[in-house]
């Protein structure tokens, strides 16, 4: 095993999507042209998201501004950062033993091991190519039996 991932227990892609800047030109082309099945989230009418895309456990629109709030607190994305143009999460089964090889890799973390509003546990970095990358824990993608991780 690759000793980068070593540790990290990915159980399946929990989400993706690319991160839009443009809500109203990003429906048009996702929902208006390549008619996926995109509805907004509840109070989050720009999140355009399905769970029911065969091949993903979720895909959602999700705006820049969303996306650096949820990482750094702010709408605007830090300069010193490029900014991602899709995000990608992977289900582990140990986000803290995840997390730590990650850090041992020498990883830059924006996000360790928070626990975000809609009950979902991430560790948030940018991949070599600019892929917002999170590790996550997501109660309502998990079987019964794997609550407690």
């Given at each position: 095993?690759?000793?980068?991932?070593?540790?990290?227990?990915?159980?399946?892609?929990?989400?993706?999507?690319?991160?839009?800047?443009?809500?109203?030109?990003?429906?048009?082309?996702?929902?208006?042209?390549?008619?996926?099945?995109?509805?907004?989230?509840?109070?989050?009418?720009?999140?355009?998201?399905?769970?029911?895309?065969?091949?993903?456990?979720?895909?959602?629109?999700?705006?820049?501004?969303?996306?650096?709030?949820?990482?750094?607190?702010?709408?605007?994305?830090?300069?010193?950062?490029p900014v991602p143009q899709s995000w990608l999460e992977f289900e582990v089964s140990d986000l803290a033993e995840a997390?730590?090889?990650?850090?041992?890799?020498?990883?830059?973390?924006?996000?360790?091991?928070?626990?975000?509003?809609?009950?979902?546990?991430?560790?948030?970095?940018?991949?070599?190519?600019?892929?917002?990358?999170?590790?996550?824990?997501?109660?309502?993608?998990?079987?019964?039996?794997?609550?407690?991780?």
């Amino acid at each position: 095993m690759d000793t980068l991932t070593s540790g990290i227990d990915v159980l399946f892609i929990a989400g993706f999507g690319p991160i839009t800047t443009s809500a109203p030109d990003s429906a048009a082309f996702y929902v208006d042209m390549l008619q996926l099945p995109l509805k907004p989230y509840p109070d989050n009418p720009d999140y355009l998201l399905t769970d029911a895309l065969d091949g993903a456990k979720h895909f959602a629109l999700w705006p820049l501004a969303q996306a650096s709030e949820s990482c750094f607190g702010d709408e605007r994305w830090p300069e010193q950062y490029p900014v991602p143009q899709s995000w990608l999460e992977f289900e582990v089964s140990d986000l803290a033993e995840a997390t730590q090889r990650l850090k041992q890799q020498g990883i830059s973390l924006l996000v360790e091991n928070r626990l975000e509003p809609w009950q979902q546990r991430v560790t948030r970095f940018l991949s070599p190519e600019g892929i917002l990358v999170g590790l996550t824990v997501t109660p309502w993608l998990c079987q019964p039996d794997d609550t407690q991780r």
